[in-house]
């Protein structure tokens, strides 16, 4: 419900209780749900990583694909990737 278009949590607990099922940024949530698009960091369509993220979830290096996915979501193979 929180991902719908006008909903935003609006207490801190629900946050907590929701980063104890999965893990995920809050400095980042709340630059998605207050700031104005301009403002948002660049987030991976496909896995919710950026480059500031630790790489746990990447079997490699993380990199961008394109302005929405990164190479692991988009399935760039590593001889490219890595160019
Ligand atoms: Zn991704």
């Not at 607990?13 to 400095?27: C, E, H, I, N, S």
């Not at 630059?31 to 500031?52: D, F, I, K, N, Y």
Request: with cysteine; proline share 6%.
């Amino acid at each position: 419900m929180l991902e719908q278009p006008g909903n935003v949590a609006r207490k801190i607990k629900t946050l907590y209780a929701l980063q104890a099922v999965f893990p995920f940024d809050q400095a980042v949530y709340g630059q998605l749900a207050r700031e104005p698009a301009e403002h948002h960091p660049q987030v991976c369509r496909g896995c919710g990583c950026s480059e500031w993220d630790k790489d746990d979830r990447h079997a490699i290096r993380f990199a961008w694909s394109t302005d929405h996915s990164c190479v692991r979501c988009d399935g760039t193979p590593a001889a490219e990737r890595d160019q």
